[in-house]
């Protein structure tokens, strides 16, 4: 079953003779437990891809489909829902609370939205991205990987159908960017997500089931 | 609450900073009301004291006690639940080393205006006085003689009692002879008794007196139209009323550059889902936060302020009027995040993101 559907989606920004196709039609579809990259040079059109995708922009024309749900007629509100039930977000500059500790930054959560991970599974998190000795800090006292594990953490723990990872790797050295893309990796298969990542760097694509290429809006598969 | 109290925590100078700025605004607004009920007590306690609801003058005295002056018998023109006869007389009373403005108020002692006394006994016979306490700090003390600026006639305190200044001056009690002899001097006595004016106690102040010489004010503009009070009330009521839209600018001002500096944070809180409006009522939650520590630190240091005053500084603090006070700031203040709140709002989640 496809967890993220597009059909005929297209961007485009400005009108006349300004007008610029960020995203010309497209069509994409990603099921349960895959990991997919997207590759591209910066201003290739794949950032405008991943926030499509992830119902922070609307397509032009087309429809995104979220676990058969059509998310293209909804407002702003009700797309607000559909990001905090169905998606997780890793950025690129780290998206944590800087005044909330690691165990916080989850917590949080817990005051928005229901049937996120229980005790057990949290313990089990922790434990796998290897950041249970962290919770009680603050992001200033974090390296930069454990950040980016920290983010990765705080994207599973509501228990997301799609994990959408834009350049989850930039500000790491190679060791620390295959590390996270292992965790990646592990987390998909083990929860069954689906986890795309948006990336210019091409050494991840190993980890990855399914390498599309964005080149010019044009998304085609590898 | 989460967000706002964590932040709060993470940030104690930032907000301690915050805090305090509220807790002066709280300290002046506190402050200032006590003084503005202070310098109204110290003109109409006496008038409060007698718990009346009219005073009868005459027409022409233009609302003025001291420029009101008939005869008593005109009593009996009056139509009220209690009446008590009032002469009211200001003069400069001296001891041989001390000096005060004094109000002498003539009075019935079985009358209801009567004051209760506080210290040595009520007058008995002629030329005796129950003095306002507030004389005991100026040095006065029973048994002093009492010379008057206006007459040869002499005083004698052989009493004190509490709350009994009117338009700042203490207040001396006698009866209605002893008050006709220092007015009008000594052939006056005796002839029909002059004074200044009736108090009563009724619920139907229009039935009150048909005379048309005679006019029937209310307590409340009674002492509206003491020399100097509405002026002095209006000023500070109108420094208090100011404090509030300045905390309130404060707030708003302080919490926009905040929250200006976390727009990028929030942005990215909006892409995760999480909604404005929790985004929004944190903002509310951590304004009244600061604001209600704010205001009990502001009313602590207030009233601690207060009870080291010396007592010729005129506070007095009334605890209601500053609960409501205190109320009104935190709601003023919460007003001012109002606008962090339509900037949280606006902000796009996609800004956030860089996309």
Redesign the interface.
Known sequence: MAVLEMKQVKKSFGTGHKKVDALKETNFHAEQGELIAVIGPSGSGK??F??IA?G??SPTNGEVLINNANISTLNE?QL??????E???I???S?L????TVE?QL??LD???KDNMDKEQLEQLYKDLGIGDLRGK?PSDLSGGERQRVAIAKALYSNPSIILA?EPTASLDSDRAYEVMELLKEETKSKKTTTIVVTHDIRLVDYCDKVYKMVDGVLELQ | M??AW??I???KLRFTLIIGVLMLVAYLVFFLSGLANGLASLNREAVDKWDADAIVLTEESDQSLTQSSFAADLVDSINADETAVLGQLNAIAQTDDQKANVSIFGIDSGEFIMPEVTEGSAFTSGNEVIAGDSLKDDGFKLGDTLSLSSTEETLEIVGFTDEARFNAAPVLYTDVETFERVKFGEEAAGTDRQISGFVVRTADLAEVTDEEDLAVIETETFIESLPGYTEQSLTLNFMIYFLFVISSVIVAIFLYVLTVQKI??FG?????????G?LARSVIAQTAILASIGVVVGLGLTLLTGAFLPSAVPVSFDIPTMLIYGMVLIVVAILGAVFSVLTIVKID??KA???
């Open positions: 950032s405008t991943l926030t992830g922070l922009l509100k607000s829902k559909i990001r905090l039930k998606i997780g977000f950025l690129q500059a998206n609370v800087p005044f909330l916080k917590k949080l005051k928005v939205k603050y834009d | 989460f967000l964590n932040e925590m993470k940030n990028s944070m990215v809180m909006k892409a995760q889902g999480i909604p404005s929790y989640p996609l993101i860089g996309g």
